[in-house]
Structure formats: C-alpha cells, structure tokens
C-alpha cells in the first residue's frame, strides 16, 4: 500500500484507525504517522501550501489547513470549540490537501519546482 492509498483507507474509515471525524485528533494522527516514518510523508507539505497560498506564514501545516477550510473561526478553536459540521468540513479540507500534495510530492520535477518557488517566495519576504 503506497502513501496515497493509506490516506484514502485512513479517510474512509477514520473509525477502524480511532478517529472520530474531529479535525484535531485527525490531523496529530497524520503528524504521528509523518513522525513514525521519519517525516517521509509530510516532508515538504507546509511549504507546499504556502505556495499554493503564494505567501509565507508562521503557521505550521495544522494551523494553515484549518485557517484555509475554517477563515476566520481562528485556530484558537482548533483543539476544541467546532461544531460536528465545522470538523467535518475541517477533516475533509485536510485530507483533500494532503492527496493532491501526494501528488506533487511524488512527482520529482513537480517537487522541485514548489521547493524552487517557495524558496522565491521566502527570498522575497526576507528581502
């Protein structure tokens, strides 16, 4: 089972992996397993939504997803305080990113290109 396949299993059966549909616990599920392969499926995601924003930010993946599907609920919610349908929309904007990234991040020439525009976008803030 590729990376691809295992966030579609985790996604459609969040229950048999101990989820429960909140994007929270869903997204430290996701952070674990990055950590459990020693960042090897992650490796490159925040960087990868902040070109896609075209704007470097402080917030680390976790926050920048839930920013993008939840403006301006504001990530002081983000352990707590949604409503089931403000999680649902949370959990599926999330995994949605992470598959199309998938793609980007295992297509070589794709990868290089995102590294070579954020490192432009970084360039630019820094000045």
């Not at 969040?14 to 674990?32: E, H, I, W």
């Not at 917030?59 to 609920?73: I, M, Q």
Request: proline share 3%.
């Amino acid at each position: 089972m590729n990376d691809k396949e295992f966030i579609e299993q985790v996604r459609d059966r969040a229950g048999m992996f101990g989820l429960n549909g909140s994007y929270y616990p869903t997204a430290m599920f996701l952070q674990g397993f990055d950590i459990a392969r020693c960042g090897g499926l992650l490796r490159g995601f925040t960087e990868w939504l902040v070109v896609r924003k075209g704007e470097c930010s402080s917030f680390n993946w976790l926050a920048s997803v839930f920013d993008e599907a939840l403006p301006g609920v504001g990530v002081r919610h983000l352990k707590n305080g949604l409503t089931p349908d403000q999680d649902q929309q949370a959990v599926d904007h999330l995994f949605s990113l992470v598959l199309e990234f998938l793609d980007v991040r295992d297509d070589p020439r794709q990868l290089a290109r995102m590294y070579a525009r954020y490192e432009a976008l970084y360039a630019q803030t820094i000045g």
